[in-house]
């Protein structure tokens, strides 16, 4: 169950957060700014690359590295493939994760290591594999750890993990809010030198601030009628999310969502992008998670059992792609199922509208603000745009994971 009542007391939400997930989602924009400043004072500023790499490979336990290997594989597109390098071990413990190269990897490819804690025996023997293949070797983690002087030793640049401006040791979830933004700010100013993505210095800013007005209207401090994340925590209780993603920087957003969801709030999620959900996710529409299954029973103990788990679409869109958008046949589907839909869309978060940046259609209503009739017909956003977009969808998602997680208790 979902205490709404809590969304609203900020002091109390604080008590709450417990493992400090609200300032780790309040302080992403600090953690841009100090870690382009570390990335630059290790040099990387003045790294001249022999060229692009034929593949970048991407090694880290967790999700926040997860969702690393996923933002890149994004914003490079088909100039570079990036490959993640999925961990195996008997355990998800530090000491019994390894990683092993494809056979493939050699000379023209490059590989990144990032991880939150630099411990793990694993990816230090990672280091040493990909040097002895002629692979460039590069690590973000925290200064001083094992895994930095691993990499110093293979001749690769380690690259030190930016701490929270006020805490030292990260929060205990690997889905944690600030962690993303220490492990992929140096790597995104990394593939900029070689050229794969846009992401000068300026950029990488604009995303900061971009990152902090987010936090503003999705603080603790704002009213759940004027914070997206708040009124999306609010909508998903007792449902089960169907994340929907339209454009490819929605794609990463929406899974890192579902994680997180998973990982902060211990509920499930599952994630897709349009237009193949409709099919992956249509039976799910119309089953014992549809909206108008199984009747309320007029006998039912409502206090003692808990509301049956209901689906509800969530559509995460990150550009306009005008009359080849599928939202138009998401919000049929899934209206004409009597299931909820919550819509996000970046560039309708204006700060002077803090109701823009969200709507939710309920069954039956068809011209509420989360269902509008057709897509704009704005350009596709490209390069720094489509950064400070995927910046702006995962603020707004991270805040409502975490309120979703408070408020229920997890």
Same mark, same amino acid.
């Given at each position: 169950?979902?205490?709404?009542s809590?969304l609203?007391?900020p ?6 957060d ?14 841009v700014?100090?870690?382009a400043?570390?990335?630059?004072e290790?040099g990387l ?16 336990p ?7 290997? #996923? ?5 490079a ?11 195996t071990g008997v355990?998800a413990?530090?000491g019994?994760?390894r990683?092993?190269?494809p056979?493939?990897a ?5 590989l ?8 793990e025996p ?17 690590s973000?983690?925290p ?11 293979v001749?690769?640049l380690?690259?030190p993990m ?5 805490e ?15 492990l992929?700010t140096?790597?995104?100013?990394l593939?900029?030198r070689?050229?794969?993505?846009s992401?000068p210095?300026?950029?990488?800013e ?5 990152? #902090?007005?987010?936090?503003e209207r ?6 759940t009628?004027?914070n ?5 925590a609010?909508e998903?209780?007792?449902?089960l999310p169907l994340?929907?993603?339209?454009g ?11 994680a997180a ?5 211990g509920?499930p999620?599952l994630?897709?992008q ?5 099919p992956?996710?249509?039976a799910?529409l ?14 039912r #103990?409502r ?15 990150d550009?306009?792609t ?7 046949a998401?919000?049929?589907l899934?209206?004409g ?7 996000l869309?970046p ?9 823009a ?5 309920d069954?039956?209503?068809h011209?509420?603000p ?8 704005d350009? #596709?956003?490209?390069g ?10 995962i ?5 409502a ?7 229920s208790?997890?």
């Amino acid at each position: 169950m979902l205490d709404e009542s809590l969304l609203d007391a900020p002091e109390a939400l604080a008590r709450a957060d417990r493992r400090r997930l609200l300032r780790g989602a309040a302080e992403a924009g600090a953690r841009v700014r100090t870690a382009a400043r570390h990335a630059a004072e290790a040099g990387l500023a003045d790294l001249r690359p022999d060229g692009r790499p034929r593949a970048v490979l991407m090694a880290g336990p967790g999700a926040a590295a997860n969702a690393a290997a #996923d933002i890149l594989g994004s914003l490079a597109g088909a100039g570079c493939p990036v490959v993640r390098l999925d961990p195996t071990g008997v355990a998800a413990a530090p000491g019994a994760l390894r990683w092993a190269l494809p056979g493939w990897a050699g000379p023209v490819d490059l590989l990144l290591i990032a991880t939150p804690d630099g411990t793990e025996p694993g990816l230090a023997l990672l280091a040493e594999q990909a040097y002895r293949r002629g692979c460039t070797v590069v690590s973000v983690a925290p200064d001083r750890t094992p895994l930095g002087e691993a990499v110093d030793g293979v001749h690769g640049l380690a690259l030190p993990m930016a701490t929270a401006p006020y805490e030292q040791d990260e929060p205990d979830a690997a889905s944690a809010p600030g962690a993303l933004w220490a492990l992929l700010t140096p790597l995104l100013m990394l593939l900029d030198r070689t050229g794969l993505v846009s992401a000068p210095t300026d950029a990488l800013e604009r995303v900061a601030d971009r990152l #902090d007005r987010t936090a503003e209207r999705c603080g603790p401090a704002t009213a759940t009628y004027a914070n997206p994340a708040k009124t999306l925590a609010a909508e998903l209780a007792d449902s089960l999310p169907l994340i929907w993603t339209e454009g490819p920087s929605a794609g990463p957003a929406g899974r890192r969502f579902a994680a997180a969801i998973g990982e902060l709030a211990g509920r499930p999620a599952l994630a897709a992008q349009l237009p193949e959900a409709l099919p992956a996710h249509g039976a799910l529409l119309t089953g014992t998670l549809a909206a108008g299954a199984d009747p309320d029973d007029f006998f039912r #103990d409502r206090v003692d059992e808990a509301p049956a788990l209901r689906a509800r679409v969530v559509l995460l869109r990150d550009r306009a792609t005008g009359k080849l958008s599928a939202a138009p046949a998401a919000r049929e589907l899934a209206l004409g199922h009597d299931t909820a839909i919550s819509e996000l869309e970046p560039g309708l978060t204006g700060d002077d509208d803090p109701h823009a940046p969200h709507g939710s259609g309920d069954p039956g209503d068809h011209g509420g603000p989360g269902t509008p009739g057709e897509p704009r017909d704005d350009a #596709d956003r490209t390069g720094d745009d489509a950064l400070e977009a995927l910046a702006e969808l995962i603020a707004v998602t991270d805040f409502a994971a975490v309120y979703l997680a408070l408020a229920s208790g997890a």
